[in-house]
């Protein structure tokens, strides 16, 4: 083992754990874990694991998220399906919850009972070790959900808790009176206040209070007790040693909680972090956490770390998603252009550029911008909640309400990436200029997505615009409001993908097209940073990416409306000379006084 990273492993264990009584005793357990681990990696991982270690920068990796079941119903028709990826451009896989879960209602499998199984509806252990070799007989990479935060109720260590074995009561935040959760309450805010409100339940059978932050059957572990990290890092290496390229580390912001404060991002949080990048660098070096923190943008960025003390290699671009729908609804890009600018990334962080995910959009803003414009954060909040569903007069929206929150008028957002940008409207409406818009919209947010640093994210089915499914309050286990957008990937009308003529086929082909392009070109990849151009026109979103002589400007038009751009600000950075739009190859000459854009028209520059 490399000395000087366990020795780095040791001192950041007992940073956390000294003052909680344990010393260095305790952490030859977790030594041994590791050591076991690396025995355990197999040679063909080991040379895997001599990669670049920045492989997830690369301008080649371009992701989809899915649900095994959803998508091709187990992990077995899965591989019949990797064509279909490679036709797409796809190089990155995130499999939704994958692991065995509680039975009936599971959170859409967040709420896990065995970590070291699969979940016999797709399939078993062997089945994933052969789809992970598949596709990396193709050079698509894997990641996977581990959720950190909490486990099942009916996992082994719950059900011996709720026995009454204290060893394992303690792996969780149990308590015999209401006095310390009552506390809680009072300063931690409720991620479902509609369902699962509150942060605790009460357990009469074994006469406990039992801490979670989610839903009643996703118990919190207690971070505090060492053997609970023992346990987590060694279900991280197992998943590691199956072979898959990315952990995507559930909820992160929530594992450590101290009484007086909301129990979100606390200081120690970013310690395990720091934790789990060193004890990976040991085991699987190769291997990148991705941390899903959906919280404040600053808050965000810190789970990267610094190049010191690195955290996360990738995490979700929560702040981009929001400001992109901002964009789209306001018609103005200056929050997306500020926040763009706000952070400097350390040089093994990439984000996941995404337009929307599993779950609802929740709109924090930057809202020190909003009043900078002279926008009231809390209104402008309630115009964003009606424009996406719908009900702001002249939206093109067919989004839904999620935990809606009658006293604060507070809600998050659900629907498709179709349906959000207009298409489900138009064509109820049999709105043909609607339905051409709603394209637009949809090329124009995908466009953006490619061309921003990090690594562009398609949840499965948005690659065909794929609508709203309404039916899913039918299923029991779905009754949850996110499952709106989480429907059956479409196969009956496979047809359609290849007919530029469909929606489907249009969308379908706009995005191969935005892959290959961006594959093509080296500035694209993830390190290389995009400035914005401030050119004062607050519809057109304009940044350059530049890179030794190479240059290339993105133009993004978020208005229904022609625009022009003074060439002016242009000059300021250095651009002149011709350019050549990589996707319509009409050149633009940038000595011109200025630049006139269509409708949602997005251009990427390229000097020639
Ligand atoms: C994450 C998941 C979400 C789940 C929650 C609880 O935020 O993305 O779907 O409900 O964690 O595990
Ligand atoms: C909040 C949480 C996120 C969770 C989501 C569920 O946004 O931060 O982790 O997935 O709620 O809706």
């Not at 346990?231 to 390229?245: K, P, Q, T």
């Not at 720091?274 to 600053?298: C, D, T």
Request: with cysteine; aromatic share 14%; glycine share 6%.
């Amino acid at each position: 083992m490399k000395k000087l990273d366990i020795k780095k492993l040791k001192e950041a264990y007992l940073n956390i754990f000294e003052p909680l009584g344990h010393t260095k005793s305790d952490f030859l357990r977790l030594e041994k874990i590791i050591s076991d681990a690396i025995e355990n990696r197999s040679e063909e991982l080991k040379i895997r694991d001599q990669r670049p270690h920045d492989w997830y920068l690369s301008e080649n990796m371009i992701g989809m998220t899915l649900y095994i079941n959803l998508f091709s119903k187990n992990i077995k028709s899965l591989i019949k399906k990797i064509p279909y990826f490679q036709e797409l451009g796809i190089t990155f896989i995130h499999l939704m919850p994958l692991l065995k879960p509680r039975e009936g209602n599971s959170d859409g499998g967040y709420a896990v009972e065995d970590y070291r199984d699969i979940n016999p509806d797709l399939g078993t252990l062997e089945d994933f070790k052969n789809l992970i070799k598949k596709l990396h007989e193709q050079d698509i990479s894997v990641a996977i959900d581990f959720v950190i935060n909490h486990t099942a109720k009916e996992h082994e260590w719950a059900k011996k808790a709720s026995m009454g074995d204290e060893f394992y009561q303690n792996m969780y935040m149990m308590y015999d009176t209401d006095e310390i959760p009552k506390k809680f309450n009072e300063t931690v805010p409720e991620v479902l206040p509609d369902q699962y409100p509150g942060n605790y339940t009460y357990y009469d059978d074994f006469k406990k209070y039992v801490y979670k932050s989610f839903s009643e059957f996703q118990w919190d572990l207690n971070f505090e007790n060492p053997y609970v990290l023992e346990e987590i890092l060694s279900i991280f290496f197992f998943l590691a040693n199956l072979g898959v390229d990315v952990i995507r580390l559930d909820a992160i912001p929530f594992i450590w909680k101290e009484l007086g404060t909301t129990c979100r991002n606390l200081p120690k949080v970013h310690e395990f972090m720091h934790i789990f990048h060193l004890a990976n660098q040991l085991v699987s070096p190769s291997v990148v956490v991705l941390g899903e923190a959906i919280v404040e943008p600053h808050e965000i960025v810190k789970y990267f770390g610094d190049d010191e003390k690195p955290e996360c290699g990738l995490l979700y671009n929560a702040n981009m998603m929001v400001n992109l729908w901002n964009a789209l609804a306001t018609r103005d890009v200056r929050t997306l252009e500020i926040d763009q600018m706000r952070f400097k990334l350390p040089h093994h962080a990439a984000w996941i550029n995404y337009i929307r995910c599993h779950d609802d959009i929740g709109w924090g803003l930057n809202e020190d911008a909003l009043r900078s414009f002279g926008f009231d954060p809390f209104s402008h909040k309630q115009f964003l909640i009606n424009f996406y569903n719908g009900s702001f007069e002249g939206s093109f929206s067919k989004g839904q309400n999620y935990q809606f929150n009658k006293n604060t008028l507070d809600a998050r957002t659900n629907g498709t990436l179709a349906s959000l940008s207009g298409l489900e409207k138009a064509i109820n409406e049999n709105d043909q200029f609607g339905f051409e818009e709603s394209l637009k919209r949809n090329d124009l947010l995908n466009a953006l997505m490619f061309f921003a640093p990090g690594i562009p994210l398609i949840y499965s089915g948005d690659e065909v615009g794929i609508l709203n499914d309404y039916k899913h309050a039918n299923d029991p286990n779905k009754t949850d409001g996110r499952w709106i957008h989480r429907p059956f990937f479409p196969w009956h009308e496979k047809a359609l993908f290849k007919d530029e003529n469909t929606y489907q086929g249009h969308i379908f082909n706009h995005i191969k097209r935005l892959g290959k392009i961006r594959k093509n070109e080296k500035i694209m990849h993830s390190s290389i940073p995009l400035t914005v151009i401030p050119t004062g026109n607050i519809h057109v979103y304009t940044s350059i990416k530049a890179y030794g002589d190479e240059k290339i400007i993105g133009l993004f038009n978020f208005s229904e409306n022609h625009q022009v751009l003074d060439m002016n600000e242009f000059k300021a950075f250095g651009i002149k000379g011709l350019y050549k739009d990589l996707f319509q190859n009409k050149t633009y000459d940038m000595n011109a006084n200025h630049i006139d854009m269509y409708p949602y028209e997005y251009l990427w520059l390229k000097l020639i």
